[in-house]
């Protein structure tokens, strides 16, 4: 066994003719590994990498010696871990961290946590028969072997499991969105309540294409609940307030509400198997996912989804920047899935940076005096133009033989029952003969100071 490439190129270990196992071949890791620095992972950004399967350790080097800090190697048989800690010895590298153990105990006491979580669990739909389209076709709902559960106490024993496993993986600073129907989202929203978890909005998504009611016996159902929460009451959680309020489609620049309209899938956002058929019967939105992560995480945070499904969360992450880990037990499901991963690239745009949320540097009215901005002694004035103050030294304004702060001052010039408001939004200076807002002057500054 040997290392095709990195710090520890050519480096040579015999591994025993009695293991069953017997290391990957060099042809087979060059393969995976020029895939996985083409496509997937900046080995130079020192990623933590998780070998669950150590057997004997040749993938688990491979990664160690192309820059992967540090390196997880599960193992449970006793004479592998045994010559694992042989090789790890004679290596000497302490960023090479053997577990002992079974892969599925390891899986449950894993302790990384994830900045956000999104959930799309199984909706327990409890369909019944053959339901038939007005013209007689077949239509085919949710009625998947993963939706089946034996009673509500059965439901509800799920979702208590699954949810208290995300609270345990969930930052503190994290927060998590979960969907579901009428069917199954009360019973989500009280297991999660009774949990602990914080809830901070939930979100009407309003399908504007919704499937018809075709008996005409109940009203049309024409949206599910999203549930966003955080792990504590006082959680301090990711919220891109402004870039929410940019994205805002209906109403530009206005703060973005609860009630969302998306469209069911269809067409060519909806996957299909081999024979055509959609692929899943409860696939999401991309648009939808992409204002979540958006709007609840930051570039380079990683992404949880315990249900994956046709791994919209995690396209939706990839395109944003975002790091991602999928969960999906169905085979196709995740066959089809990581070929629509592998067409995603990046779109470094406003909103996956959330550009309209960061912060302008602080600058103070000292500063643009000593800059040349405004001159001591100049004269400010209100929007209509009438002459109110004179700029002291400090940044203050002499007003009516008081000097004050521009934002005190506004107010009292103003008359307002406020007793501060922001100076910059009221004050004007004269500038060419014409009166120019002391906003638009800080904003000149501002712009000459990243330059």
């Known amino acids: 066994m040997r290392v095709v490439a990195g710090k520890y190129k050519g480096k040579r270990w015999d591994v025993p003719h009695t293991f069953k196992a017997r290391p990957t071949t060099d042809f087979a890791k060059e393969g995976l590994f020029n895939i996985l620095a083409n496509r997937y992972i900046d080995f130079g950004s020192q990623p933590v990498a998780l070998d669950l399967f150590g057997g004997t350790g040749s993938i688990s080097l491979e990664m160690l010696s192309r820059g992967c800090e540090p390196v997880f190697t599960v193992e449970k048989d006793f004479r592998h871990m045994q010559y694992l800690r042989r090789v790890q010895t004679d290596l000497g590298d302490k960023n090479w961290r053997l577990v002992q153990g079974d892969v599925e105990k390891f899986l449950k006491g894993h302790t990384q946590q994830f900045d956000l979580i999104f959930a799309d669990p199984p909706y327990w739909m409890r369909t019944e028969g053959v339901l038939h389209r007005v013209e007689g076709t077949e239509f085919h709902g949710c009625d998947d072997s993963w939706d089946k559960f034996a009673s509500l106490e059965d439901y509800e024993s799920f979702t208590l499991q699954w949810l208290t496993e995300c609270r345990r993986l969930l930052k503190p600073s994290g927060s998590i969105w979960v969907i579901g129907s009428m069917q199954c989202i009360y019973t989500i929203g009280a297991a999660m309540q009774k949990l602990g978890y914080w809830f901070i909005n939930d979100i009407i998504w309003h399908k504007t294409n919704p499937t018809p009611n075709f008996m005409g016996t109940r009203l049309n159902n024409s949206h599910e609940t999203l549930i966003w929460a955080v792990k504590d009451k006082g959680a301090k959680f990711t919220?891109?307030?402004?870039?929410?309020?940019?994205?805002?489609?209906?109403?530009?620049?206005?703060?973005?509400?609860?009630?969302?309209?998306?469209?069911?899938?269809?067409?060519?956002?909806?996957?299909?198997?081999?024979?055509?058929?959609?692929?899943?019967?409860?696939?999401?939105?991309?648009?939808?996912?992409?204002?979540?992560?958006?709007?609840?995480?930051?570039?380079?945070?990683?992404?949880?989804?315990?249900?994956?499904?046709?791994?919209?969360?995690?396209?939706?992450?990839?395109?944003?920047?975002?790091?991602?880990?999928?969960?999906?037990?169905?085979?196709?499901?995740?066959?089809?899935?990581?070929?629509?991963?592998?067409?995603?690239?990046?779109?470094?745009?406003?909103?996956?940076?959330?550009?309209?949320?960061?912060?302008?540097?602080?600058?103070?009215?000292?500063?643009?005096?000593?800059?040349?901005?405004?001159?001591?002694?100049?004269?400010?004035?209100?929007?209509?133009?009438?002459?109110?103050?004179?700029?002291?030294?400090?940044?203050?304004?002499?007003?009516?033989?008081?000097?004050?702060?521009?934002?005190?001052?506004?107010?009292?010039?103003?008359?307002?029952?406020?007793?501060?408001v922001n100076g910059f939004d009221f004050w004007h200076v004269m500038r060419n003969n014409e009166l120019v807002s002391i906003r638009i002057i800080r904003e000149n500054y501002r712009s000459s100071l990243k330059s």
Not at 260 to 271: D, K, M, T
Not at 284 to 299: Q, T
Not at 328 to 353: I, N, P
Request: hydrophobic letters at 35%; aromatic letters at 8%.
């Open 239 to 420: 919220f891109h307030y402004k870039t929410a309020k940019a994205m805002n489609s209906e109403s530009p620049g206005r703060q973005m509400g609860s009630v969302w309209r998306f469209p069911v899938c269809s067409g060519s956002e909806r996957l299909k198997d081999s024979e055509g058929r959609k692929l899943h019967t409860t696939q999401k939105p991309l648009a939808m996912l992409e204002r979540i992560i958006a709007i609840s995480s930051n570039i380079g945070d990683v992404v949880l989804d315990p249900f994956a499904g046709t791994m919209t969360t995690g396209a939706a992450a990839k395109k944003l920047g975002r790091k991602y880990i999928m969960i999906e037990r169905g085979e196709d499901y995740c066959r089809y899935g990581r070929a629509r991963l592998e067409g995603v690239e990046l779109e470094d745009s406003e909103f996956a940076r959330a550009d309209f949320d960061i912060k302008p540097p602080r600058v103070s009215m000292i500063e643009m005096i000593e800059a040349g901005y405004f001159t001591v002694g100049e004269k400010f004035f209100l929007k209509d133009g009438h002459e109110c103050a004179e700029l002291q030294p400090d940044g203050k304004l002499l007003y009516n033989g008081e000097i004050i702060d521009i934002h005190t001052c506004a107010a009292k010039a103003k008359n307002l029952r406020a007793k501060r």
